[in-house]
């Protein structure tokens, strides 16, 4: 009894792996977690039970690819995707299964200790090769949120728990009893380790989503209250118009250019407001960038600022930001650390593209990890997505990023179509 305990376990944590692995191929929005969790269970006890009840290959292989057709049924998106992936998960498990028989020498018929322990061992291997994948082969958004060092410790896990399974099965090999509550304990904790290391990166994603949502909210306030401002300035100008009429009349009349053009700057420093760096019409972009730049213009030295974009773009707010905070950011961040404290930015929109150009000075100092540009700020998983994770979202856009330096200046430049970024597309 305690032998089939074990194995299914292991059939358990096998089923865990695979749901990772198919989570990749979920390009489209997740299904309902409550379908995934019916889903999965039912191949949990399909597959064991096929295999446990009947001990027959033919039935266990048909019980294994009926459960990957369910699985497969439930993603959305392409369906040559989502089959790639199920071949793949399968693949895995055939050749992971296939190198541990080899190994080991469990392809003989043993008792049901010895099989159980052979599914622990497939099913610890195919874990290690889902997880490598997932950073190697995939990376998605939400692994940038752990550092690498502790993927690499995660990673070690099943790989001490083979080592430890294979020892203890060596050690206590009469003791059956003994030794099933050992493995089923291993295979218990690796189960938990892998779900906290999910919760963890599930923390730390909402961190940030949070920081994101923070600055939009600032920045949307701090655009209100920079329009109103303006429009009280407009407001008191119209209110004595007649006066300034008047005023410009008689000195016109005079025939004094001089007093007329002091007399008109007056009038512009009037409706100028310091606080407004962006007034292109459009909402999103004027919020994001009169925000951000205000911490430019306290800080640097120089900030040079130019946006030229039609007031009747339809642009995803929520995107778009996304991008401009974090590239501005990180070019205010960096130019503060340096000594010339210089930032320049360009916006423009043609044809339908709309470009991003942003340059800042820097220290000098750049921090390269696995041959990725990462941030050089304290807490950078809660402060941005750092520049490898705008790419991909650029990319997801069709877009481009261009990321370059010398030895003072970093230059960024980004291409992003309109249509992508439009509000309907969302």
């Not at 294979?166 to 003791?175: A, D, G, K, R, S």
């Amino acid at each position: 009894m305690q032998e089939t305990v074990v194995g299914v376990l292991a059939n358990i944590l096998r089923t865990y792996a695979i749901y990772r692995f198919m989570e990749l191929s979920n390009v489209s929005k997740p299904v309902s977690w409550r379908l995934r969790l019916l889903v999965y269970s039912t191949f949990v006890i399909l597959t064991s039970g096929g295999y446990y009840l009947f001990h027959n290959q033919t039935i266990n292989l048909l019980t294994n690819l009926t459960g990957f057709a369910f699985i497969i049924l439930i993603y959305k998106g392409s369906l040559k995707r989502r089959v790639i992936f199920g071949i793949g998960i399968y693949a895995i498990n055939v050749i992971i299964e296939s190198f541990v028989f080899s190994v080991t020498g469990l392809h003989k018929e043993y008792d049901e200790l010895t099989r159980s322990i052979r599914e622990c061992f497939t099913s610890l291997g195919i874990l290690f090769s889902v997880f490598f994948l997932e950073r190697v082969g995939f990376k998605p958004e939400r692994k940038s949120f752990i550092k690498t060092s502790v993927w690499i410790m995660m990673l070690c896990v099943p790989v001490f728990s083979i080592v430890e399974i294979f020892c203890m099965w060596q050690v206590n090999y009469n003791n059956n009893q003994y030794i099933s509550v050992e493995i089923a304990g291993v295979l218990i904790i690796n189960i938990s380790i892998f779900y906290l290391y999910d919760a963890l990166q599930d923390y730390y994603m909402q961190r940030s989503e949070k920081e994101q949502f923070r600055i939009a909210m600032e920045g949307y306030r701090n655009q209100i209250n920079t329009m109103h401002e303006s429009w009280e300035r407009l407001r008191s100008l119209r209110h004595d118009l007649k006066l300034h009429v008047r005023e410009l009349r008689y000195l016109t009349m005079q025939n004094e250019p001089e007093k007329v053009v002091a007399y008109l700057n007056d009038m512009e420093q009037q409706l100028v407001n310091e606080d407004e760096f962006v007034s292109s019409g459009i909402q999103e972009i004027d919020s994001t960038l009169n925000y951000l730049l205000q911490d430019a213009r306290k800080n640097l030295k120089e900030v040079n600022i130019k946006v030229a974009l039609q007031e009747d773009l339809e642009i995803h707010g929520f995107t778009l930001n996304v991008i401009l905070g974090n590239l501005l950011n990180n070019a205010i961040y960096a130019a503060k650390q340096s000594a010339e404290k210089y930032l320049c930015v360009a916006i423009w929109e043609k044809q339908g593209v709309l470009y991003i150009k942003i340059e800042n000075s820097y220290s000098g100092v750049l921090d390269f990890r696995d041959k990725k540009l990462l941030s050089t700020k304290t807490n950078s998983e809660v402060h941005g997505i750092g520049l490898a994770n705008v790419e991909k979202i650029i990319k997801e856009q069709e877009g481009e990023l261009n990321i370059s330096w010398d030895e003072s200046h970093f230059y960024v430049k980004a291409v992003l179509f309109i249509e992508k970024l439009s509000s309907h597309n969302e």
